[in-house]
């Protein structure tokens, strides 16, 4: 089953709000979660590192007053598109492994495709 | 940032055969992964290859690496119309933890 939950599935909203999208580990701890955002027949593009208890690590390009990332806890991430326009619209996607490091494959969560009109 | 290329982008072939995707890479990686994903899901990983093996098998799956061609490559065997998917590589540099990847293998399996 599934070890990456990922919330919601779908999103339809106006353009203006804000859209929080929630990552769970379900039965591992992650101090290190990673966010992903992928256009149509693309590859995935990371977007930023959630590390549990500090701040995300972003990528080139993401900004952070955009795309807020919040860690608190070792089994949640969240995501949060602030003030969403259409070209904000895409597939979004986070994993997490169960040991950390760069030695453990990725569970990945199902996605959540947002679409801001 | 796109880690290197794979190839070939798409692949249509008949139930039964055998399927090859490439992968090629710039970095020096501590491992190698091959994932899958269906239309509209999240990656589902099929084989993790360290930089010190060179092939690894996992039921239809074999994957190569060539550390010194700085390439892999994803064989399923005996293909089904199940197999049907995107096909991702995707390193881990020396002493990181995210993954790189590539721009993917469309597959289509015609029963």
């Known amino acids: 089953g599934a070890v990456v939950s990922q919330h919601p599935s779908r999103v339809i909203c106006k353009s203006g709000t804000s859209v929080k999208i929630e990552c769970r580990s379900l039965d591992f701890q992650a101090t290190t979660m990673f966010w992903y955002r992928q256009f149509p027949k693309k590859s995935l593009m990371l977007m930023a590192t959630s590390n549990e208890g500090s701040k995300a690590t972003y990528e080139q390009g993401v900004e952070k007053d955009k795309f807020l990332i919040n860690h608190a806890s070792l089994t949640l991430s969240t995501l949060t598109v602030t003030s969403a326009h259409p070209e904000d619209s895409s597939f979004y996607i986070c994993s997490a492994s169960r040991q950390g490091g760069g030695n453990q494959p990725q569970h990945f969560g199902d996605g959540t495709r947002l679409s801001i009109l | 940032s796109q880690q290197g290329e794979e190839d070939p982008q798409a692949l249509s072939i008949q139930e039964g055969e055998n399927a090859t995707m490439n992968c090629s890479y710039k970095t020096s990686i501590n491992n190698l992964q091959w994932y899958r994903q269906n239309s509209g899901r999240g990656l589902v990983h099929l084989i993790l290859?360290?930089?010190?093996?060179r092939e690894k098998h996992s039921g239809r799956l074999r994957v190569t690496l060539d550390t010194s061609k700085k390439s892999s490559s994803l064989l399923i065997t005996a293909s089904r119309a199940a197999d049907t998917a995107s096909y991702f590589c995707?390193?881990?540099?020396?002493?990181?933890?995210?993954?790189?990847f590539g721009q993917g293998t469309r597959l289509t399996i015609n029963p």
């Open positions: 995707a390193t881990v540099d020396q002493g990181a933890q995210k993954l790189v």
């Open positions: 290859i360290r930089s010190n093996e």
